[in-house]
């Protein structure tokens, strides 16, 4: 292995006690896996985190001196199985796998294993497979977490500043990705007891999981189901918040929310929470039209799973640090779990200009 002499140094500095104390290190000869190839199935384009995923993962792993294919499947779970297809059968030594569908990967999986191909799931899990290796993802719950205790903070339920009642929409992602449900729950321990105790009021009555979910994410289906909701419920009423999980579906969100006359001094938005600080969530959040993102830092992300595929092409076990949470119904998977940052107007310099990780000059 090559020295790292890139920003990922100084990431792969923070985090080198935990990978260093349980891998075996990354130097042992490599001989029978020097010219190994990794082939790397993405979801979609549409969402900056993923094309900077598969950048960053591309160049994590070269600095290893490995070859990689990258394919983005264009939220097609069909092309994306051909893909994995293809690169199974151009000889792939491993997949590292962020899923279009979380449901449908078990046949062409399970033709992984059996040409020996060992398979990572990034940051979304196969589900119902016993196929997948291992995973790396950030903690899911927590993002939900961060994401509602923004709100009730906000509203000042968590100081008694603010009574209530206030009135909530929530959002949910894709339901085929794992990712939605954590973030959902994680969200729902938070806001239960303030919608049990009446201080938070979800008007459309739609509270269920599968009512919620909006398929592969799109910011458009969003951006209906908001306007739906405003029109049948809130005539007469004002919304204060909504639980959006990713920035793509805020945007979808806050366009509706406009359309229907919010972001006035008279008709201020809502709080409206995200995910992913892509930049043009951050710059709406600079603008005061969102309210929060969650931060996952995708470098690390990369950094970890790079670590990973090096390990298990040298038959080494890679740094694991959870072994519980999750089971995709055929097994448990060992993870390696990050952690979520919650970001809004008071420290997006601090957490993303001053890490690098979106450029000043991008924001106005
Ligand atoms: C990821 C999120 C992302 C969402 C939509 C989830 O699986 O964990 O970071 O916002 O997909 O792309």
Redesign the pocket.
Known sequence: MRARTTAAAAIAAALSLSLAACSGGDSEGASSTDDATVGIAM??KT?Q??INDGDNMVSELRQYGYSTTLKYANNSSKTQIEQLENMIQGGADVLVI?AVDSTVLGGVLKKAEDAGVPVIGY??LPMNTPDVDYYS??D?LKVGQLQAMYIVEQLGLVNGSGKGPFNIELFA??AD?N??KYFFKGAMDVLQEYIDSGQLVVKSGETDFKNLTTLR?DGRLAQKRMAKVLSSTYSDAKLDAVLS????MSIGIINALKADGYGTDAKPLPLVTG??AETPSVQAIIDREQSETVY?DTRKLALVTAHMVNSVLHGNSPVISDTKTYDNGKKIVPAYLLEPVSVDRTNYKQVLVNSGYIKASDLK
């Open positions: 979801p979609t969402s985190r993923w962020a940051d979304r993802s950030f899911n992602g894709s990705d990712n939605a994410w999980p990713y920035d793509g995910q992913d996952k």
